[in-house]
């Protein structure tokens, strides 16, 4: 009797699930157009878009633009109180510091002598960084557009540390090189000595290149790989009937129409490298000493971590990186015109 029945009640329950649902919809419904009509009627069809986009453009000004603007603010204003209304206005004050220098290649003779050290290491992570992660990423990139063994799990094997957030990234690989950590464990295993892989300057910097090319290499691998898929296989066909080999191929069919690509791949990790920051923070907390100290890091210091919070001096420095930023954009945005035009 109940397995005749069974049938009948997962009737009764799924018919009562959509009636339910109906109904809230319909009340979601009739709600809306209540709202909506009269505000309809009043601006006109054409201009309901505006409305539509409104809770948008509220969030962006009130978490984006507005932030912005004060940052701007703060940047000409001087003391240690936090509200605008208690800083004083000093001009360029704050820029005059951060750019006074007696010899800008000797951080130690400039005035605010951690900016610069942070400006070094900054430009020498993004060259190497970015180096790395366009060589390693094409390189990839140009093994996997290839017919191998299980291609697809390899793809997706490259891309997973992409997933992975840079402080759970950072948290693992302090875990492998901390001073009791696997590799040492390894090293000792074979009779070496423990190093200090965090604790020594050139290691630490070798080491948060390294990590941070193998957290978003994927990324990037990713875009070049969609950009060598998209090249036409019968350019390849033409090329080898008139007798090119591989390398040629690369050079004169792959390079030249990938070059938008690269373009793109170029400005997106010169961006990302510049901003580098929770990594590389969890990690090594920019030491030792200021030997992993970078520009994000440092505007955080200043603002929020030292005892004394500058916040003027942080300002400025983020809109010296903003200018920076902006630059590479507008290189990135003349380069793909031209590429386009051509």
């Known amino acids: 009797m109940?397995?005749?029945?069974?049938?009948?009640?997962?009737?009764?329950?799924?018919?009562?699930?959509?009636?339910?649902?109906?109904?809230?919809?319909?009340?979601?419904?009739?709600?809306?157009?209540?709202?909506?009509?009269?505000?309809?009627?009043?601006?006109?069809?054409?201009?309901?878009?505006?409305?539509?986009l409104l809770p948008n453009l509220l969030i962006f000004g009130i978490f984006v633009l507005f932030p912005m603007l004060l940052n701007f603010y703060y940047a000409f204003t001087g003391g240690t109180?936090?509200?605008?209304?208690?800083?004083?206005?000093?001009g360029f004050e704050n820029f005059r510091i951060l750019l006074e220098c007696e010899n800008y290649f000797n951080p130690n003779t400039c005035t605010e002598d951690l900016f610069w050290r942070a400006v070094y290491n900054t430009l020498k992570f993004v060259v190497f960084q970015v180096g790395g992660m366009i060589i390693l990423s094409l390189i990839t990139a140009l093994i996997l557009n290839r017919k191998i063994v299980a291609r697809g799990f390899f793809r997706s094997v490259f891309f997973y540390?992409?997933?992975?957030?840079?402080?759970?990234?950072?948290?693992?690989?302090?875990?492998?090189?901390?001073?009791?950590?696997?590799?040492?464990?390894?090293?000792?295993?074979?009779?070496?000595?423990?190093?200090?892989?965090?604790?020594?300057?050139?290691?630490?910097?070798?080491?948060?290149?390294?990590?941070?090319?193998w957290a978003n290499m994927g990324f990037f691998t990713l875009i070049l790989l969609a950009g060598l898929q998209s090249i036409p296989p019968d350019l390849y066909e033409a090329g080898s009937m008139d007798g090119t080999n591989d390398w040629q191929s690369f050079w004169h069919i792959t390079m030249p129409l990938l070059m938008p690509t690269m373009f793109v791949v170029l400005v997106l990790s010169l961006i990302r490298a510049v901003q580098v920051f929770d990594q590389i923070y969890v990690l090594t907390g920019?030491?030792?000493?200021?030997?992993?100290?970078?520009?994000?890091?440092?505007?955080?210091?200043?603002?929020?971590?030292?005892?004394?919070?500058?916040?003027?001096?942080?300002?400025?420095?983020?809109?010296?990186?903003?200018?920076?930023?902006?630059i590479f954009t507008l290189i990135q945005l003349y380069l793909t015109r031209k590429s386009d035009a051509v």
Request: net charge positive; no cysteine; glycine share 6%.
């Open 2 to 52: 109940n397995n005749i029945n069974k049938p009948n009640l997962i009737k009764i329950i799924k018919d009562g699930l959509t009636a339910s649902a109906n109904w809230i919809l319909n009340i979601f419904v009739n709600t809306m157009d209540w709202i909506m009509d009269p505000i309809q009627r009043k601006i006109g069809v054409k201009r309901m878009a505006y409305i539509f």
């Open 81 to 90: 109180k936090l509200f605008p209304q208690d800083r004083p206005f000093v």
């Open 161 to 213: 540390p992409v997933l992975l957030s840079p402080v759970v990234v950072a948290l693992i690989w302090k875990w492998i090189l901390q001073r009791d950590g696997l590799f040492n464990a390894v090293i000792m295993q074979f009779g070496g000595e423990r190093i200090n892989f965090l604790l020594d300057a050139n290691w630490a910097t070798f080491w948060v290149i390294f990590i941070s090319i």
């Open 286 to 326: 920019g030491g030792p000493g200021s030997a992993t100290l970078y520009m994000v890091q440092y505007i955080y210091n200043k603002g929020f971590s030292d005892q004394i919070h500058i916040f003027g001096l942080a300002a400025a420095a983020s809109v010296l990186m903003a200018v920076v930023l902006m």
